[in-house]
């Protein structure tokens, strides 16, 4: 089992829309929770980041932790074509050493 | 303020070298994390460094290795280069203020590595 899991997609989603991206982790002792932003060719890039359970909105994006099922998700409100890249889920157990999940391609369809 | 700032940004290496990358982190940061990045395998990360001292280590051999600079500054080191070695190399940065709560890392745009 790998240590964060994410669908590899692509998960295609009509301009508008709501993009929800899921990932799971297996290390309880997971604390801090990270979603990023990867467009191809580029470097990754902070989108949102989640310490406890519940939910954390910033603008179109809400971050959304449940530690007792180990999975966060990222919720993409009026999905535009400008969000169209690779989502990538990071976990950390308190030790700076931050685990990735492999990504999932959105397509958002204008 | 600036970013982290990553150089070189290419770089083409023959099998059996060695290469050296370095990383600049964010003015006042001073964890830096190393990441290889290949399609095949996503992001793996190879170490951290933080007040001079790696603190972390991933699943790589000994050919891999890094140090810290007073400055923070980093630098990454492979040697005996392979083919498979080809790959994007992340640095990232963190302010590293609690100890017990990993705080958001910020990346550079990354040295792409082909070795041939």
């Known amino acids: 089992q790998k240590e964060v899991e994410q669908n590899s997609g692509p998960l295609s989603v009509p301009e508008g829309a709501i993009a929800s991206l899921n990932c799971t982790y297996s290390d309880r002792g997971s604390q801090s929770f990270f979603w990023y932003r990867q467009y191809s060719g580029k470097s990754p890039e902070l989108i949102m980041f989640?310490?406890?359970?519940g939910d954390k909105e910033d603008g179109r994006f809400t971050a959304q932790l449940n530690k007792a099922s180990q999975y966060v998700s990222l919720l993409i409100r009026d999905s535009q074509p400008s969000d169209s890249a690779t989502y990538l889920c990071a976990v950390s157990a308190g030790t700076y050493k931050y685990i990735f999940g492999t990504g999932t391609r959105l397509k958002v369809l204008a | 303020k600036a970013g982290v700032t990553q150089t070189p940004r290419y770089l083409i290496k023959t099998r059996g070298q060695q290469v050296t990358l370095s990383c600049s982190p964010i003015s006042g940061h001073r964890s830096v994390s190393w990441y290889q990045q290949t399609p095949g395998q996503g992001l793996q990360f190879l170490f951290e460094y933080f007040s001079e001292t790696q603190r972390n280590k991933g699943n790589f051999p000994g050919r891999f290795s890094g140090r810290q600079f007073s400055n923070s500054r980093s630098e990454m080191n492979v040697s005996t280069l392979e083919l498979g070695d080809s790959a994007l190399y992340l640095c990232?940065?963190?302010?590293?203020?609690?100890?017990?709560?990993?705080?958001?890392?910020?990346f550079g745009q990354g040295t792409r590595l082909t070795v041939v």
């Open positions: 989640i310490y406890s359970n």
């Open positions: 990232a940065s963190s302010l590293r203020n609690r100890d017990r709560v990993s705080t958001e890392a910020f």
